[in-house]
């Protein structure tokens, strides 16, 4: 039997280089607080996460589009302006704190913000979101909405759904925060866009839920020559493989 000559040593590693560029499947990670559910909710309850809103994330500055069912009240537009609000009880009347939120209806509320192609032309590498929601009472401090990511040219596909209901007194309120990030780093790379479409909650027969601020966290996409580098020798090395056979 004629013998194989084996691959030089330098072409294997690459070979192995190449082969682990391949991805790992992803999952996300959730980490979700509340202050709170409390009966009835205070000043410290609903202001307790106040300070996290970001007013420099990818989201900030950007028009949003809604589809679906309208928001029930306040400015959709306050998803991503950069100020949490006031409480709703104790300090500023109810008009007040209802303007400066955003109360999404039962379901159907959806909400989609196109972020561009970044300075690199290849759209944005997404590692986390945030979402605060606080209210008094009612349950309105309950969270639940599906996220969609557009790969730059492509279409929406859907990345995680967020469940986070700590309020089943639809009388109980204070604040709540989830971040979601994912297991191997990034949500998301080369996207261009990203939707929230907002389900049912827990709540009165009022419905829905008043979230204060949803964050975006990530930089511009760059391009890797390096990586396709490595495949393009990892692919050489295998032509040599079956050549040397």
Do not use: C
Request: net charge negative.
């Amino acid at each position: 039997m004629k013998n194989k000559k084996k691959l030089p040593k330098h072409l294997t590693a690459i070979a192995a280089l190449a082969l682990a560029a391949t991805p790992a499947n992803a999952a996300a990670v959730f980490a979700e607080v509340t202050s709170g559910p409390n009966n009835p909710s205070t000043t410290t309850d609903e202001l307790a996460y106040a300070g996290d809103v970001s007013s420099t994330d990818l989201l900030h500055g950007i028009n949003g589009t809604t589809s679906g069912t309208a928001f029930k009240g306040g400015d959709a537009a306050n998803l991503n302006d950069g100020a949490h609000g006031s409480n709703d009880s104790n300090v500023a009347p109810f008009s007040n704190a209802l303007g400066e939120s955003a109360w999404t209806a039962d379901s159907g509320s959806s909400r989609e913000f196109v972020i561009g192609t970044g300075v690199n032309a290849k759209g944005y590498d997404i590692s986390g979101i945030q979402s605060i929601a606080a209210w008094s009472d009612a349950g309105f401090i309950n969270q639940k909405y599906d996220i969609y990511l557009r790969s730059l040219g492509g279409s929406f596909g859907l990345y995680a759904t967020v469940d986070y209901q700590p309020a089943n007194d639809t009388d109980e309120g204070g604040a709540t925060k989830v971040n979601v990030t994912d297991d191997i780093g990034l949500l998301g790379s080369g996207i261009d866009a990203i939707r929230f479409d907002f389900l049912d909650t827990v709540s009165n027969n009022f419905g829905g839920a008043v979230y204060r601020e949803i964050d975006v966290f990530g930089v511009a996409t760059v391009p890797e020559p390096s990586s396709a580098a490595l495949l393009g020798l990892g692919g050489l090395a295998l032509t040599l493989r079956r050549r040397r056979g």
